[in-house]
Each structure stands twice: as structure tokens, then as C-alpha cells.
């Protein structure tokens, strides 16, 4: 496996291997990396000849009084575990590479980016879509990972390939979860077992509302009230957002009468963890991709 630190390296690597003819996908990470991660490797390693995992905890998708400092960074961790999963390059640049100089320039993408997280963590999705179009810039792949635990990131990146033209297929892999539900994720870290007791409330929740849909109920603020309900039950009082959405644009809807996006997130002692299910209208969880297979039929 070739470590790259700055960008010339990592072009000077790809240039290889797009000589031998090889096709690249890419899995943007922040690194802390986990089963999670490793299953949009895996998915890479099984569509691509050639795996990049960028591992870099962007600074600009941070607010001031976020964890970008305490962030995990445990780079010699990730490093074996990319060469364990078969990663051709892991790209672990600096902020000061990925930004030497004052950025003039940030891609921004309307309307999906204005709810949810999007609403509580001002500026974060600027962030995303500047250093993943850095990011496509600098590796060119044909193929890009992301994960549906963060839903509203991957349906705002998938539109911006869209909307920009970007020659790259995304691919958005299911959220994998710890055998109690619990969504993987690098802030996990932050809890004691206390917290990760607590913290079984969100996917909890998310089970109840898929239980609720499938036994009729059509009301979004009645699942949210019945959600925000169970959690809080569970002392968790620190609610950022419960939300019933349209996945097609992340605005709240009233009635489930499409397939709906719920999603939440919710602070567990020192985290702020987010989780996200996704349902057809008669309450049934599925995939992105099915997801996007209605919305191509539909158009047809
Ligand atoms: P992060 O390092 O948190 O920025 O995540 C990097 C990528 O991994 C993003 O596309 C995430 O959506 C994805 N990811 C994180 N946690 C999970 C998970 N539990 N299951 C699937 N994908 C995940």
C-alpha cells in the first residue's frame, strides 16, 4: 500500500495506476476508521480495480465550538487496517496541503443542505461539498463511497455530481451497526458504557417509527412525537432534531405518503450522534439504491 501525504504524491501514485489501465474508487473517511468504513472499502475493492482511501479530518466542516480538535486520530491504526483491506492508497494530507493559502472558493449546494444537520451545524455542508470536489479533483476516480448513516451528506453529494456534471458513479452503502443496533460511527469513541446504554434510544427509535408506518400511521408529528417520547424516557434530553423528510429535497413533510427519510440526532453524554432510516411508504426499510430506482421510475 503506497501512504501519500501531500497531493503530488497521491497524483504522482494514481498517474500509475491509470497508466496500468486500472479503474479507481475513492472513500472519503476522516479517519478513526471502523467496520463501517471498511464495508465502503469493500464495496470499492468489489467494483474497482484500485481503492484511495482519503483519511483527513477536514477542519472547514467543523463549527468553532465543535470536536474538531478532539477529533480520534488514530493514523497508524487506520493505516493497517487499509493494508488489511486490500487499500492500494491511503491519502493522509494536512490541512496546511489541502489549504495553503485563504480559500476564496466554496461549492455550496441549496435547499438539501438548509435542514437537519444542515440547520444546527452552520456552514458544515459547505465544508463537505468543497473537500469532496477537492478530493474528486485530486484522485479522480470513476467510482466514490459513501455511507447512508449520513444520509443527508450523501443525497447533497450525489446531487452535486449531478448538478456539476462530475464523471464519477457514487455509490451510497448501508449504514452498518453494532449487533445492539448502535450505528457505527468514530464518535462512538466518546462514550462510556453508560452513554452506549443510552445511546441503543436512537436506533430504538428509528425501529418504532418503521413499526408505527407499517401499522398505519400516516402522521409525521405523531412519529416524531412518539419517538422523541421513547428517547426521552431514556433521560436523553438534548434533542437537536427528529425528523420526518422527503428525501428528494430534506424538507419536513406532514404525511408519509412517499418514501420518507427519518432521521435524528441527538447528544449522549459528550457526542452528538446522528442515525437515519429509511422507509417506503408502507413503513418498509430500504435501500438508497431502491430509493433511487423509485425516483428513475417515477420520472419514467
Ligand atoms: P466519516 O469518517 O465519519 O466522515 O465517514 C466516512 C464515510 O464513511 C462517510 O461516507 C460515512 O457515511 C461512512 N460511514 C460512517 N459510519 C458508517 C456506518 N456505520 N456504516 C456505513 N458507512 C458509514
Request: proline letters at 5%.
Amino acid at each position: 500500500m503506497i501512504v501519500a501525504h501531500t497531493i503530488a504524491e497521491v497524483r504522482r501514485a494514481l498517474a500509475e495506476l491509470r497508466r496500468k489501465g486500472q479503474s479507481i474508487g475513492l472513500v472519503p473517511t476522516m479517519g478513526a476508521l471502523h467496520a463501517g468504513h471498511f464495508s465502503l472499502v469493500e464495496q470499492a475493492r468489489s467494483e474497482c480495480d484500485a481503492v484511495v482511501v482519503s483519511i483527513f479530518v477536514n477542519p472547514i466542516q467543523f463549527g468553532p465550538n465543535e470536536d474538531f480538535s478532539k477529533y480520534p486520530r488514530p493514523i497508524e491504526a487506520d493505516l493497517a487496517g487499509c493494508r488489511q483491506h486490500g487499500v492500494a492508497v491511503a491519502f493522509n494530507p494536512s490541512p496546511k496541503d489541502m489549504y495553503p493559502t485563504e480559500r476564496m472558493t466554496t461549492v455550496h449546494v441549496e435547499t438539501l443542505t438548509t435542514t437537519l444537520c444542515g440547520a444546527h451545524r452552520p456552514g458544515h455542508f459547505d465544508g463537505v461539498t468543497t473537500v469532496v470536489t477537492k478530493l474528486f479533483n485530486i484522485v479522480q476516480p470513476d467510482f466514490a463511497y459513501f455511507g447512508q448513516k449520513d444520509a443527508q451528506q450523501a443525497l447533497t453529494l450525489y446531487r452535486m455530481v449531478q448538478d456539476l456534471d462530475m464523471p464519477i458513479e457514487m455509490r451510497i452503502c448501508p449504514t452498518v451497526r453494532e449487533a445492539s443496533g448502535l450505528a457505527m460511527s468514530s464518535r462512538n469513541q466518546y462514550l462510556s458504557d453508560t452513554d452506549r446504554e443510552q445511546a441503543l434510544t436512537l436506533s430504538r427509535s428509528l425501529k418504532l417509527a418503521a413499526e408505527l408506518i407499517q401499522c398505519g400511521e400516516k402522521s409525521a408529528e405523531s412519529v416524531v412525537e412518539q419517538m422523541r417520547q421513547l428517547i426521552r424516557s431514556n433521560d436523553l434530553d438534548d434533542i437537536d432534531y427528529i425528523s420526518v423528510v422527503d428525501p428528494a429535497t430534506m424538507q419536513p413533510i406532514s404525511q408519509v405518503d412517499r418514501p420518507v427519510l427519518i432521521a435524528l440526532a441527538v447528544r449522549v453524554g459528550p457526542a452528538r450522534l446522528i442515525d437515519n432510516i429509511l422507509l417506503d411508504q408502507a413503513g418498509n426499510e430500504i435501500t438508497m439504491n431502491c430509493l433511487f430506482r423509485i425516483w428513475q421510475h417515477s420520472v419514467r
